[in-house]
T-cell receptor, first 111, second 115 residues
Framework: QKEVEQNSGPLSVPEGAIASLNCTYSDRGSQSFFWYRQYSGKSPELIMSIYSNGDKEDGRFTAQLNKASQYVSLLIRDSQPSDSATYLCAVNPGGGNQFYFGTGTSLTVIP | ETGVTQTPRHLVMGMTNKKSLKCEQHLGHNAMYWYKQSAKKPLELMFVYSLEERVENNSVPSRFSPECPNSSHLFLHLHTLQPEDSALYLC??????????????FGPGTRLTVT
């Protein structure tokens, strides 16, 4: 079983719409969760971290964590063409140095 | 992003060569990581140094050899690589566990091609 699973996409949304990206994880004891954006040919860029159940908002981005259901999601409001990228979900299971990444979801925002 | 730098950015090497990748972080972190990113695969954690001690070594072939002389610098020494080692090699840094939030920040990566 994969540690972190994401739909590979591609996910296409029109400009101005809400993009919803989902991630599930297998280790119920996981503590920390991260979303990264990766443009083609570039390295991952941290968007948000979330550690507690509920929502965390930062500008147009909202991370949602539900530990009971073992999923974490990222909502992008008012999507822009510049948001077109691959979004990686990462999980730190036990508070140590091990981080598990999903394969990423490719998002395309259509002008 | 200049918090984590990597050199070289691109590297082409033959299977018999020896080369080294360099990473430097300017974020005051005390944990550093090497990842391998291949197409269609999740990032693979190769090595972790926390407080200058190697704490993770995830079944990486011995042709990859890490070195962490201090908390700001990390090297990956390469020798007798195989074509399947061609990938993007990413360095990251974070605070050590137990010392506050430990988001990882990545360098720009080294695109390695083994011929």
């Amino acid at each position: 079983q994969k540690e972190v699973e994401q739909n590979s996409g591609p996910l296409s949304v029109p400009e101005g719409a809400i993009a919803s990206l989902n991630c599930t994880y297998s280790d119920r004891g996981s503590q920390s969760f991260f979303w990264y954006r990766q443009y083609s040919g570039k390295s991952p860029e941290l968007i948000m971290s979330i550690y507690s159940n509920g929502d965390k908002e930062d500008g147009r981005f909202t991370a949602q964590l539900n530990k009971a259901s073992q999923y974490v999601s990222l909502l992008i409001r008012d999507s822009q063409p510049s948001d077109s990228a691959t979004y990686l979900c990462a999980v730190n299971p036990g508070g140590g140095n091990q981080f598990y990444f999903g394969t990423g979801t490719s998002l395309t925002v259509i002008p | 992003e200049t918090g984590v730098t990597q050199t070289p950015r691109h590297l082409v090497m033959g299977m018999t060569n020896k080369k080294s990748l360099k990473c430097e972080q300017h974020l005051g972190h005390n944990a550093m990581y090497w990842y391998k990113q291949s197409a269609k695969k999740p990032l693979e954690l190769m090595f972790v140094y926390s407080l200058e001690e190697r704490v993770e070594n995830n079944s990486v072939p011995s042709r990859f050899s890490p070195e962490c002389p201090n908390s700001s610098h990390l090297f990956l020494h390469l020798h007798t690589l195989q074509p399947e080692d061609s990938a993007l090699y990413l360095c990251a840094s974070s605070r050590a566990p137990g010392r506050g939030d430990y988001e990882q920040y990545f360098g720009p990566g080294t695109r390695l091609t083994v011929t």
